[in-house]
């Protein structure tokens, strides 16, 4: 059974800084990733989708990578901002013949004026 | 332009009692799916609609549970003899086809007491 970590749970840096956000999943056996942003009160935004047979997508101050064979997934974010605050969330989908996401529990990031 | 948007915003209802929640989606997507969030988790996928079919339910938790979309359009997830367990966030996302990137709305905060 697939099962998605996010560590740390939360998070709180000074602006300016450079963070990087940890996913891990127990089946390396996945179709792609997506890394998500959750404003409180609010749905997910997607960020970032990496496929199976890439290894990473930028996005503007985003990067994301991704090892298939060590189950991990990392989103780094440069120069971070206040407006970056939210909850990241990591999600895989298990195959192409679903759609269904399993996610992680998210990491609370809080960046500091 | 519209998002997608979910009614009630919030509903608290009483053990036992059936609840009806609504999603409209983006207009002409044909992907819809729903979610439930619990307090400091992660969403939790409950079922998939592709049109007016729901092309994977494996999601739902138990048969109290049942989504329709009836005219592949605006779908209602329906909660039989709710319990207080059931208390979640419950997330509609909608997407273009089979398209990867889910457009969320903002979820219905539903108490059961």
């Known amino acids: 059974k697939q099962e998605v970590t996010q560590i740390p749970a939360a998070l709180s840096v000074p602006e300016g800084e450079n963070l990087v956000l940890n996913c891990s999943f127990t089946d390396s056996a996945i179709y792609n990733l997506q890394w998500f942003r959750q404003d409180p009160g609010k749905g997910l935004t997607s960020l970032l989708l990496?496929?199976?047979?890439?290894r990473e997508q930028t996005s503007g101050r985003l990067n994301a990578s991704l090892d298939k064979s060590s189950g991990r997934s990392t989103l780094y974010i440069a120069a971070s901002q206040p407006g970056d605050s939210a909850t990241y969330l990591c999600a895989v989908r298990i195959s192409p013949g679903t759609y269904k996401y399993i996610f992680g529990t998210g990491t609370r990031l809080k960046v500091l004026a | 332009g519209a998002g997608v948007s979910q009614t009630p915003s919030n509903k608290v209802t009483e053990k036992g009692k059936y609840v009806e929640l609504r999603c409209d989606p983006i207009s002409g997507h044909t992907a819809l799916y729903w979610y439930r969030q619990s307090l400091g988790q992660g969403p939790e996928f409950l079922i998939y609609?592709?049109?007016?079919?729901?092309?994977?339910d494996s999601g739902l938790p138990n048969d109290r549970f049942f989504a329709v979309r009836p005219e592949g359009s605006v779908s209602t997830l329906k909660i039989q003899r709710t319990e207080r367990g059931d208390s979640a966030v419950y997330l509609c996302?909608?997407?273009?086809?089979?398209?990867?990137?889910?457009?969320f709305g903002p979820g219905t905060r539903l108490l059961v007491l």
């Open positions: 609609f592709q049109g007016t079919g729901a092309a994977d």
């Open positions: 990496i496929q199976s047979s890439q």
């Open positions: 996302a909608s997407s273009q086809d089979r398209a990867e990137t889910q457009y």
